[in-house]
């Protein structure tokens, strides 16, 4: 690979990167599928007794006289004002806190087990002499890189804790004022794009090919993305267009085929996860042209 290397080359370097490496490449694929296995395996619990919890509080919350029930859900501060102190839901806001909580460990601990070594595996790869290293010089070991990744991700995840909680307010709220969120459309558009525009940020600080940990390694990764955005904002789209190409696929297709859309849909999405991993990397070494 030369010293710089456009957008286009990176690429085809990425996929060639894969070529070369079949079954690193189906490793690859296989452990993308663990996590979502393994995290769906261990959340499901949460998630249903989150459903549960949910629908108690929209039923008891209607339900309540109109002093207290439907005048209680014109204002954001009078649903939190109802959700702490009225004695018919407050236990059940403390178990959906305790529950996120779970979620949200349960989330972290499945991510950074299995990413962790992905992106260790990439690092360690590509190039092969400009692979992830240490401040100290020394190219770590898989469990130094899951470490330091697992550092990185408390910040992330925080981030992605509170969107998550904003979110599950916005829906609990549009519940009890019976607002159909499906006529949102605008409001749908803008969570898309922010989430869009949260993984490529995150993926840029993944793939960093030295960076320190915890909080110096997240506030890098955000100062990377916007310092080289005549890199990162081209790269990413090249990586979210066929992402979203393959999303709007699957819908396409799942509404004649569900199985084959599983299938088909699945692969390519992994096979793409797989190669925007490898760019990304290949991205932050050969920084300069694009």
């Avoid at 108690?56 to 954001?76: C, D, E, H, K, Y």
């Avoid at 236990?91 to 299995?114: E, F, K, Q």
């Avoid at 159909?180 to 969570?191: C, I, K, N, Q, W």
């Amino acid at each position: 690979m030369g010293a710089f290397m456009t957008l286009s080359e990176r690429a085809k370097a990425a996929v060639l990167f894969w070529k070369r490496r079949p079954l690193l490449f189906l490793a690859s694929i296989c452990l993308d599928v663990l996590f979502v296995v393994l995290y769906g395996f261990v959340s499901a619990p949460f998630r249903d007794k989150l459903v549960e919890h949910f629908v108690v509080i929209s039923t008891t919350a209607s339900s309540l006289a109109p002093t207290a029930g439907t005048q209680a859900v014109q204002t954001g501060r009078s649903i939190i004002a109802m959700l702490l102190t009225d004695p018919a839901i407050v236990p059940y806001t403390w178990n959906v806190i305790l529950l996120l909580i779970l979620l949200a460990l349960a989330a972290y601990v499945s991510y950074v087990l299995v990413n962790g070594v992905l992106w260790h595996v990439v690092h360690a790869n590509v190039g092969r002499g400009v692979g992830n290293v240490t401040a100290g010089g020394h190219r770590p070991v898989w469990h130094e890189s899951v470490a330091r990744f697992a550092s990185l991700n408390i910040w992330w995840g925080l981030l992605a804790a509170l969107a998550h909680v904003i979110s599950l307010g916005v829906a609990l709220r549009a519940s009890l004022m019976h607002i159909p969120t499906d006529s949102d459309v605008l409001g749908r558009a803008l969570e898309i794009l922010s989430a869009l525009v949260f993984f490529t940020i995150v993926w840029w600080s993944y793939a960093q090919s030295s960076q320190p940990s915890g909080y110096r390694g997240f506030v890098n990764g955000i100062n990377a993305f916007f310092s080289r955005w005549r890199v990162s904002l081209p790269t990413s789209l090249v990586v979210l267009v066929p992402l979203v190409g393959v999303n709007y696929l699957v819908v396409a297709v799942a509404a004649t085929q569900p199985t084959v859309a599983l299938i088909i849909g699945g692969l390519l999405f992994f096979a793409l996860l797989s190669w925007a991993r490898a760019l990304f990397v290949l991205s932050q070494v050969n920084h300069v042209h694009t």
